[in-house]
C-alpha cells in the first residue's frame, strides 16, 4: 500500500473504513477460529475426548508464550500507526525493528523457561490422571515452534497498523489450513494421535511465520528496516512494554483462568468435566470472531486520527465501532442460545469402537455441556461496549487505564467470582461466574470511556 493508502485512515469515511479494515480482520480471525474449533473435532473424533482436554491444558502455557508475540505486536503498532498519522516514519521503522529482537529475544526465553519445567506446569495447569501423558507430548512439540508463532502474531498486528487488513487475513488463513490438512494426514492418514495433532499445529506456526517474513521483505510493506533500527532503543522499548503488556497481562490472566477452572472442574468432576470446559473454551475463541474483527479493525482507525487530532472521526470511529460489534455480538448469541446441544455434539465420536470410558466421558459431556453454554454466553450482546472501550485507551497510547480496564472482566471480577461461587453452587456457580463479571465490566468499562471522550475528543 503507497502512502496515500495509509492516509485513507484519516480521510475515508469512518463506517466504510472500518468495514474495509474489520472485514479482513474478521474473516482472519473466523479461519484462525475454525481451526481451533475443526482441530479439537478431529481430535475428539480420532483421537477420544480425552486428547480435546489434555490440549486444553497445553493451551494457556503455549498461549501465553505466544502472546508475547502479539502483546509485542499491539503495543508496538499503536506507535506505529500513531507515527504514521504524524509522518513520523522513521520512528514507526525504529519501532518496527524493535518488535522483531524483543520478539525472539522474549520467546526465547520462555520457552527454554517452560521446557525446563514442563513436569510442573502441566498438572499445574490441570493435565493429571489420564490427561497427563498426552498433555506432555503435545506440549513439547508445540513448544518448539512457538517463537515462529509469536513472530507471526507481531507481524500481523504491524502488518494492520500500516493499513493492510487482507495481508494480516492472508497470514492467519495459510497456517489455518496448513494446520487442518496435516491434522488430516498425520491423525487420520498415518495414526501419529497426539504426536500428528502437536506436529501439525507446529506446522501450522511455521507456515504463518514464512508468510509474515515475505511480506515484509516483499515490495506490500512500507516498513523497510535497516540492522541499525534493530537496535534496542531504551524510550521506544518503554513505549512497547507499557502498551504491550497491556495485552500480556490479558493473556496472563486468560493462563491463571485456565489454571483455575481445569482445576476446579476436575474436583467437581474429573476429567470430563474439563472435557467440557475444553469445548466452551473453543466456542470463546470461535464465537466472538465478528466482535474481534471490529476490535482490530477499529484500533489503527482511533490510533491514526487520534495521532492526526482529528477529534471528531474518533469519536464516530468508537460509535460505530460499537454500534456494529454489538449487532453482531446479538447474532451470535441468538446462535449459541438456541443450537447448544448440536455445538456440543460436534466435539464428540459415535464411533462405536470407543472405549467405556470414551464413551462415558461423551455421555458426561452431553449431560453438561448445553447448559453451561447458555450460562457463559449469557451477556454476550453486551460486550462490544467493553471490547472497543478497553481497545480505544490502547490505540491512543493511554497504556494504564488501558490495561485496568482490559484486566476488568476476567482478572478484577471473573477470577474472585469462580474461586468463591462453586463453593456455595458447586458447577453452577462456575458458568453464572461468566455473566456477572462481563455486566460489571461494562458497566464500569461504559463509564470511564464516556469520561475521556468528554474530556480530550472536543
Given at each position: 500500500m503507497s502512502k496515500i493508502s495509509t492516509e485513507q485512515l484519516g480521510t475515508q469515511t469512518i463506517g466504510k473504513l472500518l468495514v474495509k479494515q474489520s472485514v479482513p480482520a474478521a474473516i482472519g480471525i473466523l479461519v484462525m477460529s475454525l481451526n481451533v474449533l475443526v482441530d479439537s473435532i478431529f481430535v475428539g473424533n480420532w483421537i477420544g475426548p480425552i486428547a480435546i482436554a489434555a490440549i486444553n491444558v497445553v493451551l494457556p502455557v503455549s498461549f501465553f508464550i505466544g502472546a508475547l508475540g502479539m502483546a509485542i505486536g499491539v503495543g508496538g503498532s499503536s506507535i506505529i500507526s500513531r507515527a504514521l498519522g504524524s509522518n513520523l516514519k522513521e520512528k514507526a521503522l525504529k519501532t518496527f525493528g524493535n518488535q522483531i529482537t524483543l520478539t525472539f529475544?522474549?520467546?526465547?526465553?520462555?520457552?527454554?523457561?517452560?521446557?525446563?519445567?514442563?513436569?510442573?506446569?502441566?498438572?499445574?495447569?490441570?493435565?493429571?490422571?489420564?490427561?497427563?501423558?498426552?498433555?506432555?507430548?503435545?506440549?513439547?512439540?508445540?513448544?518448539?515452534?512457538?517463537?515462529?508463532?509469536?513472530?507471526?502474531?507481531?507481524?500481523?498486528?504491524?502488518?494492520?497498523?500500516?493499513?493492510?487488513?487482507?495481508?494480516?487475513?492472508?497470514?492467519?488463513?495459510?497456517?489455518?489450513?496448513?494446520?487442518?490438512?496435516?491434522?488430516?494426514?498425520?491423525?487420520?492418514?498415518?495414526?501419529?494421535?497426539?504426536?500428528g495433532a502437536a506436529w501439525a499445529t507446529t506446522f501450522a506456526y511455521l507456515l504463518s511465520c514464512g508468510y509474515v517474513f515475505y511480506f515484509f521483505v516483499s515490495k506490500n510493506s512500507e516498513l523497510k528496516i535497516k540492522l541499525s533500527h534493530l537496535k534496542i532503543d531504551n524510550t521506544i522499548l518503554k513505549e512497547i512494554g507499557s502498551l504491550g503488556f497491556v495485552t500480556l497481562s490479558r493473556q496472563a490472566v486468560v493462563s491463571v483462568i485456565y489454571l483455575l477452572m481445569n482445576n476446579i472442574l476436575f474436583n467437581l468432576g474429573g476429567e470430563a468435566m474439563v472435557a467440557v470446559y475444553a469445548i466452551i473454551g473453543r466456542m470463546l475463541m470461535f464465537a466472538f470472531f465478528p466482535v474481534f474483527g471490529i476490535t482490530q479493525g477499529f484500533l489503527p482507525i482511533a490510533g491514526y486520527n487520534y495521532g492526526a487530532e482529528k477529534w471528531d472521526r474518533v469519536r464516530e470511529s468508537i460509535n460505530t465501532a460499537i454500534k456494529y460489534a454489538a449487532v453482531l455480538a446479538t447474532i451470535v448469541f441468538l446462535g449459541l442460545?438456541?443450537?447448544?446441544?448440536?455445538?456440543?455434539?460436534?466435539?464428540?465420536?459415535?464411533?462405536?469402537?470407543?472405549?467405556?470410558?470414551?464413551?462415558?466421558?461423551?455421555?458426561?459431556?452431553?449431560?453438561?455441556?448445553?447448559?453451561?453454554?447458555?450460562?457463559?454466553?449469557?451477556?454476550?450482546?453486551?460486550?462490544?461496549?467493553?471490547?472497543?472501550?478497553?481497545?480505544?485507551?490502547?490505540?491512543?497510547?493511554?497504556?494504564v487505564p488501558a490495561l485496568l480496564l482490559t484486566l476488568m472482566r476476567q482478572g478484577f471480577f471473573f477470577i474472585p467470582l469462580i474461586i468463591i461461587l462453586p463453593n456455595f453452587l458447586g458447577e453452577l456457580g462456575v458458568w453464572i461466574s461468566f455473566p456477572i463479571s462481563d455486566v460489571l465490566a461494562t458497566i464500569v468499562t461504559g463509564y470511564y470511556l464516556r469520561e475521556e471522550v468528554k474530556k480530550t475528543l472536543i
Open positions: 529475544f522474549a520467546t526465547a526465553i520462555f520457552v527454554c523457561f517452560g521446557l525446563f519445567y514442563v513436569d510442573e506446569l502441566i498438572p499445574a495447569f490441570g493435565g493429571k490422571g489420564t490427561i497427563f501423558e498426552p498433555a506432555k507430548i503435545y506440549y513439547i512439540i508445540v513448544l518448539y515452534g512457538v517463537p515462529l508463532l509469536g513472530f507471526s502474531m507481531m507481524g500481523s498486528s504491524v502488518i494492520r497498523a500500516e493499513g493492510k487488513p487482507k495481508f494480516a487475513m492472508i497470514a492467519l488463513i495459510l497456517p489455518s489450513i496448513g494446520n487442518l490438512l496435516m491434522d488430516y494426514i498425520f491423525i487420520y492418514i498415518l495414526d501419529w494421535g497426539m504426536y442460545m438456541i443450537f447448544p446441544e448440536a455445538i456440543a455434539s460436534l466435539f464428540l465420536s459415535d464411533n462405536p469402537n470407543l472405549s467405556a470410558a470414551d464413551i462415558a466421558t461423551n455421555a458426561f459431556v452431553m449431560e453438561h455441556a448445553p447448559n453451561a453454554i447458555r450460562w457463559v454466553f449469557a451477556a454476550t450482546p453486551i460486550i462490544a461496549i467493553q471490547l472497543i472501550g478497553a481497545a480505544y485507551f490502547q490505540a491512543i497510547g493511554k497504556a
